[in-house]
T-cell receptor, first 116, second 111 residues
């Protein structure tokens, strides 16, 4: 069974541009989470989607947005890129049907975004 | 420009020794915890979980201890191997399905 897949692996943009990152969850998982991991730091929660709806967002400006498609894949968009947006962006998926204590998040390998 | 150093706590252990990685969590209402391992260039990988109604849980070569009184979690790795070198994160889940991750600890195993 395929795990969480993210594309692209690397993305290089210049300041002010827009970036689009994609995530395909594990088959059967309906929840998708996005995290930002700056170099040497922990995971900062960005967004949580479930059944096509945004359920929660972290403390990030509105230029970080996303959506979840009917097939549960997800897209993260970052507008007006700034240098400090350079980071590893991780996507995770989980199954909401197992209840809270089976809600293990499984991660993809991430997209490395570099803003020049 | 100025280089930015790593913010991660680090732990170095000899191969074959036991490792203990600690984590302080913030929310006394958190009732579910997970340890993840992140190897270089990869996403975090699930290691072991524990619910707040337990003090200890064992897996293969790993044990998680939970002390709710002081809001402390630890991960013990027995007979540490070079393949255990990675960054280890604890994550706490309070309300809903959202997890909050710690800063992480970088474990280096010395052959």
């Amino acid at each position: 069974e395929a795990g969480v897949t993210q594309s692209p692996t690397h993305l290089i943009k210049t300041r002010g541009q827009q970036a689009t990152l994609r995530c395909s969850p594990i088959s059967g998982h309906t929840s998708v989470y996005w995290y930002q991991q700056a170099l040497g730091l922990g995971l900062q929660f960005l967004l949580w989607y479930d059944e096509g709806e945004e359920r929660n967002r972290g403390n990030f400006p509105p230029r970080f947005s996303g959506r979840q498609f009917p097939n549960y894949s997800s897209e993260l968009n970052v507008n007006a890129l700034e240098l400090e947006d350079s980071a590893l962006y991780l996507c995770a998926s989980s199954s909401a049907t197992g209840g809270k204590f089976q809600n293990i998040q499984y991660f993809g390998a991430g997209t490395r975004l570099s803003v020049l | 420009g100025e280089s930015v150093g790593l913010h991660l706590p680090t732990l170095s252990v000899q191969e074959g020794d036991n490792s203990i990685i600690n984590c302080a969590y913030s929310n006394s209402a958190s009732d579910y915890f997970i340890w993840y391992k992140q190897e270089s260039g990869k996403g975090p990988q699930f290691i072991i979980d524990i619910r707040s109604n337990m003090d200890k849980r064992q897996g293969q070569r790993v044990t998680v201890l939970l002390n709710k009184t002081v809001k402390h979690l630890s991960l013990q790795i027995a007979a540490t191997q070079p393949g255990d070198s990675a960054v280890y994160f604890c994550a706490e889940n309070g309300a809903g399905n959202q997890f909050y991750f710690g800063t992480g600890t970088s474990l280096t195993v010395i052959p």
